[in-house]
């Protein structure tokens, strides 16, 4: 079963603006991370933020946990045409086997 | 640069025609992951390999087998590869199992079906 819904489905920006995108889930996670997809391409880590962690950042990426509302927020500050791509948040259930529950993504596009 | 590659890129195969993805890595990860990813939708996990032991999602087909003869090799077997079997398949590594450390994904192949 799904684990992750996202939101929005896709996004339209100019560069230069911020980019928002929202994860919910459904159980317990050990953590949530964040990938992103160029189309035709793998999947690329961005960040893992624990279960017992509230923010995370790398470089212009920030990412918000809150495990009351099983939800994940992923923000990209200053967005550049080059960050256009899909966004997936992916959990990692309490007690696992290392297995990751991906979301449907976010498509982003950020326009020069 | 240690890293996951797949190859072919690129695959086309007739309907019923067995085929197999290749996936190799150099970072000496011991589990190994294959997804199945289709247009505009999430990467589903058919199977891991924890070093040796094998897991395999209840969901998974019985067309779809996988191999690992070493720690740097995976291989994806779809033995009669129906219309539907049409998408990008991804390899995936990670260092232990428990789900607490990042997966590192190779580029996919592009399986097309005749």
């Known amino acids: 079963s799904q684990q992750g819904e996202e939101d929005p489905q896709a996004l339209s920006i100019q560069e230069g603006e911020n980019a928002t995108m929202n994860c919910s889930y459904k159980t317990s996670i050990n953590n949530l991370q964040w990938y992103r997809q160029n189309s035709g391409r793998g999947l690329v880590h961005l960040i893992l933020?624990?279960?017992?962690?509230r923010e995370k950042h790398s470089g212009r990426l920030r990412v918000t946990l809150d495990t009351s509302k099983k939800s994940s927020s992923l923000l990209i500050t200053a967005s550049r045409a080059a960050d256009t791509a899909s966004y997936f948040c992916a959990t990692a259930s309490s007690g696992n086997t290392g297995k990751l529950i991906f979301g449907q993504g976010t498509t982003l596009q950020v326009k020069p | 640069d240690a890293m996951v590659i797949q190859n072919p890129r690129y695959q086309v195969t007739q309907f019923g025609k067995p085929v197999t993805l290749s996936c190799s890595q150099t970072l000496n990860h011991n589990v190994m992951y294959w997804y199945q990813q289709k247009s505009s939708q999430a990467p589903k996990l058919l199977f891991h390999?924890?070093?040796?032991?094998?897991?395999n999602e209840a969901d998974t087909p019985d067309n779809f087998q996988s191999r690992r003869p070493n720690t740097s090799f995976c291989f994806l077997d779809i033995r009669s590869p129906g219309l539907g079997d049409a998408a990008m398949y991804l390899c995936?590594?990670?260092?232990?199992?428990?789900?607490?450390?990042?997966?590192?994904f190779g580029d996919g192949t592009r399986l097309s079906i005749l």
């Open positions: 995936a590594t990670s260092r232990g199992g428990t789900g607490t450390q990042p997966q590192h």
């Open positions: 933020i624990r279960s017992n962690e």
């Open positions: 390999y924890y070093d040796k032991d094998f897991n």
